[in-house]
Nanobody, 117 residues
């Protein structure tokens, strides 16, 4: 069974960058739609950026367009979220997410990102 573990969160100043990592164990991510969600305090979890199983980017949140990307990973059991030009409103817990061909959802436990001066 797929398990996801995020890392790389932390405190960063506005305008800074962070790269989040998601390590998958159990299986590789080849045949999954993968992506990142986030949940800010007092708000619902929202989709940030996703790549479908065909390998095409699908932006969910227009506020991150041009700032966040999912770089290609060398390892088939890893994915990243590259976040540039961070803003205070990007502060949230970020979750790694995957969906298999049967529609089963898999979630990591999240990593905190705080953007503050």
């Amino acid at each position: 069974q797929l398990q996801l573990v995020e890392s790389g969160g932390g405190l960063v100043q506005p305008g800074g960058s962070l790269r989040l990592s998601c390590a998958a164990s159990g299986v590789t991510l080849d045949h999954f739609a993968i992506g990142w969600f986030r949940q800010a305090p007092g708000k619902e979890r929202e989709g940030v950026l996703c790549i479908n199983s065909g390998g095409f980017d699908m932006n969910y949140d227009q506020s991150v367009k041009g700032r966040f990307t999912i770089p290609r990973a060398d390892a088939k059991n890893t994915m990243y979220l590259q976040m540039n030009s961070l803003k205070p409103e990007d502060t949230a817990v970020y979750y790694c997410h995957a969906v298999d061909n049967y529609g089963m959802d898999y979630w990591g436990k999240g990593t905190q990102v705080t953007v503050s001066s």
